[in-house]
């Protein structure tokens, strides 16, 4: 029977106390929310059998902080992802958005979080430009199409603008979902294997850029990836392995940046 007890090392903490730690007040910076999941555990019914992919994870998720999930290929990353992100709900527990004045449901956060599917989930009849565009443009911003031009700039397809996804490779259509779920500048990003399809070069430059939205704008990062090289970048490592989930490293923030 899998069971995971996560506690992650600062969640003890009171917030006060937190902020001394990282020295510098990241959390003030940047409008202080954040996330929990709450003794979290998901099972899923299959062929009259209940499997379980893990129990009772608690995770306190931080903005200007960056985690990395590991483990094998069907050990419960994605899942984890999409509950801690508020796009599917756990089987028991809770996840919430929290800031210091409440706590609240994490779909108060929606329009703060940028999610990059394992399977990219573009829409199929709209060009990479409009792909970009469109949850800027959802937000009511007017400067939406130019945001979504620089953005296709800096993961290197401004040459793609007009093609639809069908007429993109994976890496491309990948690079695409990233500039999508960045655009908007979000609080919260989620990346699913965001490397998975890329070669060496443009997965270096792809891990800059996510790796930049959370130590220059404060953005927490929250990644899945089988990639070691990738995951030794973030602050915090967490290992699935045979429902069985594990801290392989956390560091204290100001000691990261410095
Ligand atoms: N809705 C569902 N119903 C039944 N089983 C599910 C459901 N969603 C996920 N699973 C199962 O849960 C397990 C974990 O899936 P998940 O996608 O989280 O794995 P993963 O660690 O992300 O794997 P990969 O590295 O291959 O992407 C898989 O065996 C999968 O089939
Ligand atoms: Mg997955």
């Known amino acids: 029977m899998p069971v995971c007890v996560l506690s ?13 730690l990282i020295g510098v007040d990241i959390m003030s910076k940047h409008n202080n929310s954040w996330i929990e999941l709450r003794d979290v555990s998901q099972s899923f019914r299959a062929e009259s059998r209940n499997i379980v992919l893990f129990e009772n994870v608690n995770l306190c998720i931080r903005q200007g ?21 508020g796009l599917e709900k756990p089987s028991t527990g809770s996840v919430v958005g929290c800031s210091e004045t409440k706590t609240h449901s994490i779909n108060e956060l929606r329009s703060e979080i ?10 199929p009849e709209l060009d990479a430009l409009t792909n970009v565009a469109l949850p800027l ?10 945001i979504a031009k620089q953005w296709l700039e800096k993961v290197g397809l401004a040459h793609r603008s007009t093609h639809k ?11 695409v979902a990233i ?17 998975g399809n890329l070669d060496s070069q443009s997965a270096k430059e792809i891990a800059d850029l996510l790796f930049a939205c ?25 290992h699935f392995n045979e429902g069985k989930c594990s ?3 956390s560091v204290i923030p100001g000691e990261y940046c410095a």
């Open 137 to 146: 443009k959802l937000r009511g911003n007017k400067a939406a199409t130019d």
């Open 214 to 238: 959370c130590k220059d704008k404060g953005a927490s990062l929250i990644l899945v990836t089988h990639s070691e090289q990738l995951a030794d970048k973030a602050m915090h490592q967490l």
């Open 165 to 175: 996804p069908s007429q993109l490779s994976g890496g491309e259509q990948q690079r």
């Open 8 to 20: 992650h090392p600062f969640h003890a903490y009171p917030f006060t106390l937190t902020s001394k």
């Open 179 to 195: 500039a999508r779920a960045l655009a908007f500048s979000p609080k919260f990003i989620f990346a699913d294997e965001p490397t």
């Open 247 to 249: 801290w392989k490293k």
């Open 65 to 85: 902080e960056s985690y990395a999930i590991t483990g094998p290929s069907g050990s419960g990353k994605s899942s984890l992802l999409m509950l801690a992100s």
């Open 114 to 123: 940028g999610f990059i599917f394992q399977q990219f989930h573009l829409l």
